[in-house]
């Protein structure tokens, strides 16, 4: 069984910073791509940044110098970086794995980015 749960989210001021985590299970985690999704209220699910099993990296443009993904194949875990948080980051963030045009989602961990 496939399970995807992600941790670290929270309530942060603008400016702040959180790091999110993936931890996989139920799949050959290494080969897998992981990516990070977000939902905002009442907008549609959009990529936020994506890093292959080899390493290679994309972001959304609007998080491009913020945010860092990464993973640790050693611990099957995939860490968002996020850093000078903008109200507009505020969303239910969701970890992926896809391969061979198969895809896994996590349950969703909110970010709120709020004075």
């Known amino acids: 069984q496939v399970q995807l749960v992600e941790s670290g989210g929270g309530l942060v001021q603008p400016g702040g910073s959180l790091r999110l985590s993936c931890a996989a299970s139920g799949i050959s985690f290494n080969i897998y791509a992981m990516g990070w999704y977000r939902q905002a209220p009442g907008k549609q699910r959009e990529l936020v940044a994506r890093i292959s099993g080899g390493g290679s990296t994309n972001y959304a443009d609007s998080v491009k110098g913020r945010f860092t993904i990464s993973r640790d194949n050693a611990k099957n875990t995939v860490f968002l970086q996020m850093k000078s948080l903008k109200p507009e980051d505020t969303a239910l963030y969701y970890c992926?794995?896809?391969?061979?045009?198969?895809?896994?989602w996590g349950q969703g961990t909110q970010v709120t980015v709020s004075s």
């Open positions: 992926t794995a896809a391969l061979y045009g198969i895809n896994y």
